[in-house]
């Protein structure tokens, strides 16, 4: 490997190294340092026997945002704030405390003034919701706060932290499985991550499940979220019991099978956003272990986007597909020449389990995920300010992820590792707009919401303006059976056609003119039949509420039917956002 090294402490010198490397046609890898926690992007293999320039980014002056603050940060109490936390407080005794919080959610795009509190076992989850039906407040959870979507407590509600809820389990563990009927019981606050590792100690398989490792698997089922599969449904319709507090402060089960199923309140509870009640914990049915074949291509983005017969060979032929487009990845910046990164999933026989990569395999990359996240982290000012120099940035990132992060090849490995295939997300906070479509196996259909994002990528460029600077990313499932889950849309049920396109549009928190391009390619979308992942960024589009229970007008009245024949009253759990796509309000 051929290496020189820049060294830029201000933008401008960055840009200039770019540039450098343009010319003298080297491939440039940016990282903070020339090793970060023991490890370098230059020792990849992907790097062998290639020309490459390290861009050292560790002197480099961050820019400040403004938006930046504190995710928790307690604040200062208004007299009759202070008078709702007193009665409380007086009402549970001494835990949990409640306290006053400016509340934010992860990509800080949800905020409010909340009444906090984080209960640690069923005894004081009960008094918290006793108090809060007697002093007429109404609660949510938070979960990992994760959620783009209008789902977390509005000012002057409780917001309830479940992670350290202890379990009632025998062995005070919080997740447990029974392997003669291959069922997982996990704890609210069990992160997908946590999830991950059992699954892989157990060698038992979900096959829906979300990239992120992070999140609560709870929350995750509660709101719907998503795999990717074409006979995959949403994580909600793996779940066969659960456990939920009621508005008496009384655990219920609530059951899709067995003795006391109600399969279709089930199907409202297992994806109820909250609305009924606070989750205890979740069963999960599972599949024995499942090997598969994971693929890496990077073929043209106009070959694919353009083409309904290569998307068509490319969704039809793999049981499992992920198309990413990463803007401006391609010299000179013409995005007709920009390569897509595709990743494939197909099941093997478990007898092929010698072939699949070690644990160093997923230690190294590990490494190298810190690293690339750091790196976006340090340069994201330069990005979000949606200028010239946005593009020249997403060039140097896509040859990470080629060159480094995801070459070219096959792999072997369990299902839960291909699943959360990119760790340290946390670390560079993003905007994301989901739309759900059911593109009914129409790949001209398909090629049109594609290309709603292209042209709006490119008449935002012709303004010299670069909103889109993280991806476009497309996901191939099937439809769910749960009410407000994922991919309802397309159910049979109400005259879908089980097969469901969800394709989200992910930019750098704080980007400049996201707002206008997002509401753009949202209007277009809703235009075309669509509908929000509602867990994802939506609220902010125009007579959104509106169009979703339009086009989903039969789920939701399920729901509400079936939120009303439990008896919960569910005023105690309804946000604003919750009563506004029920059509409360």
């Known amino acids: 490997m051929d290496e020189r090294t820049h060294l830029p402490e201000n933008q401008q010198q960055l840009i200039d190294s770019i540039h450098k490397c343009m010319q003298d046609g080297i491939i440039p890898i940016m990282q903070p340092g020339t090793q970060v926690r023991g490890h370098s992007l230059l020792d990849a293999d992907g790097l062998k026997g290639k020309q490459v320039a390290l861009i050292n980014i560790e002197n480099i002056q961050e820019l400040p945002f403004p938006g930046d603050v504190p995710i928790r940060k307690a604040i200062r109490m208004s007299e009759s704030l202070d008078l709702i936390i007193k009665q409380l407080q007086n009402r549970v005794g001494s835990k949990p405390e409640f306290f ?153 089960t609530y059951s899709a099978d067995g003795d006391g199923a109600d399969v279709e309140l089930f199907r409202a509870v297992s994806a109820g956003f909250g609305c009924f009640g606070v989750v205890y914990d979740v069963t999960i049915q599972m599949d024995p272990e499942v090997i598969v074949k994971t693929g890496t291509s990077y073929p043209s983005m106009h070959d694919v986007f353009y083409s309904k017969d290569k998307l068509q060979e490319i969704i039809e032929n793999n049981w499992a597909v992920e198309i990413f487009w990463f803007p401006f990845n391609s010299l000179p910046f013409d995005l007709s020449n920009d390569e897509l990164w595709v990743r494939t999933f197909n099941k093997v026989r478990t007898q092929e389990t010698e072939k699949v990569v070690s644990h160093w395999f997923y230690k190294i990359k590990n490494a190298y995920d810190f690293i690339s996240q750091e790196t976006l982290r340090t340069v994201s000012p330069f990005i979000r300010a949606g200028d010239w120099c946005a593009p020249l940035i997403q060039w140097v990132s896509f040859h990470t992820l080629k060159h480094i992060l995801y070459p070219r090849g096959e792999i072997y490995e369990e299902l839960p590792n291909a699943i959360h295939f990119r760790n340290h997300l946390d670390d560079a906070k993003v905007y994301d707009m989901e739309f759900v479509f059911d593109y009914e196996g129409d790949y001209s259909r398909l090629k049109k919401i594609i ?29 769910s059976d749960a009410y407000l889950g994922t991919g309802s849309i397309a159910n049979p049920r109400y005259g879908g056609s089980g097969h469901v396109v969800c394709i989200e549009i992910l ?79």
């Open 100 to 252: 006053a919080e400016h509340f934010q959610n992860w990509a800080e795009n949800q905020t409010s003034s909340v009444i906090s509190c984080s209960p640690k076992t069923k005894e004081e989850m009960s008094k918290v919701i006793k108090a809060a039906a007697a002093e007429k407040v109404v609660i949510r959870c938070a979960g990992a706060r994760h959620s783009w979507a209008p789902v977390f407590a509005d000012s002057r509600q409780i917001c309830v932290n479940t992670k350290h809820i202890k379990s009632d389990y025998p062995n005070k563990s919080n997740i447990r499985a029974d392997l003669d009927k291959r069922t997982v019981d996990v704890m609210t606050g069990v992160t997908t991550g946590d999830l991950k590792t059992f699954q892989l100690k157990q060698k038992l398989s979900l096959n829906a499940n979300v990239i992120l490792d992070l999140v609560q698997v709870v929350s995750v089922a509660q709101t719907g979220c998503h795999g990717v599969g074409k006979d995959v449904h949403c994580v909600s319709d793996n779940l066969v019991k659960m456990r939920v507090f009621d508005a008496n402060g009384e655990l219920r």
């Open 451 to 479: 290309q709603v994002v292209v042209k709006q990528v490119k008449q935002f460029e012709a303004k010299k303006q670069y909103p889109l600077n993280v991806s476009l990313e497309m996901r191939f499932m099937t439809y």
């Open 507 to 585: 930019s750098l928190k704080g980007t400049e003119y996201w707002e206008e391009f997002s509401a753009a390619v949202g209007k277009e979308w809703m235009a075309l039949g669509g509908v929000p992942h509602l867990a994802k960024q939506y609220d902010h589009l125009p007579g959104i509420f509106d169009d979703i229970r339009q086009k989903m007008a039969p789920q939701i009245k399920a729901f509400k039917d079936n939120l009303g024949k439990s008896g919960v009253d569910s005023s105690l759990y309804m946000n604003t956002g919750m009563r506004k796509l029920l059509g409360y309000e």
